[in-house]
């Protein structure tokens, strides 16, 4: 599996690419999910979502991609009715958030480390804690910040 595109999250006025995929457990949990179509091999799941916590609580603001057929995917499609923000309340578990340069590049999933994790405990859609792991040093000439060296793109199917 390639590198994964993240998602993306506002928090205490910062913008973070987020290593944790929250509304995957809202379909495991049997919420209806659409057929979203994966267009490049950086992106299995097909959307990338963007992501706010306003006081302590969780919320999906936004939804990006594309769904069998050619057609738009937004948050309403996954929420009907819900065109500004869910409140994650199906998602416990810790959001990752790497910050720093780059220690090690892994060509999978959410594989590669960086000098430090800003890792986020989640319960019920509520932060219940907040903690830095140190990962170490990185050279200076090494990539800053979370990035995806390589993908495959797929061009758009015909509606023919």
């Not at 509304?23 to 990338?48: H, I, K, Q």
């Not at 594309?66 to 810790?94: I, N, Q």
């Not at 990185?138 to 979370?146: K, L, R």
Request: glycine letters at 12%.
């Amino acid at each position: 599996m390639t590198a994964q595109i993240p998602e993306r999250l506002r928090y205490q006025g910062e913008e973070y690419a987020m290593c944790t995929n929250p509304l995957s457990d809202y379909f495991l949990m049997g919420g209806e999910s659409p057929n979203f179509e994966m267009t490049c091999t950086a992106l299995w799941r097909g959307y990338v979502g963007s992501w706010e916590i306003v006081a302590d609580r969780l919320y999906l603001i936004g939804l990006n991609g594309s769904l069998d057929g050619g057609r738009k995917a937004s948050l309403e499609t996954v929420f009907p009715g819900f065109s500004r923000r869910v409140f994650a309340h199906w998602f416990s578990g810790k959001i990752r958030l790497p910050q720093g340069r780059q220690l090690e590049y892994v060509h999978m999933g959410y594989g590669s480390t960086y000098e430090r994790d800003l890792l986020l405990t989640i319960e019920r859609g509520v932060v219940t804690q907040q903690t830095i792991k140190q990962n170490g040093t990185a050279d200076h000439d090494a990539p800053d910040g979370y990035g995806v060296a390589a993908m495959t793109i797929f061009s758009a199917k015909s509606k023919e």
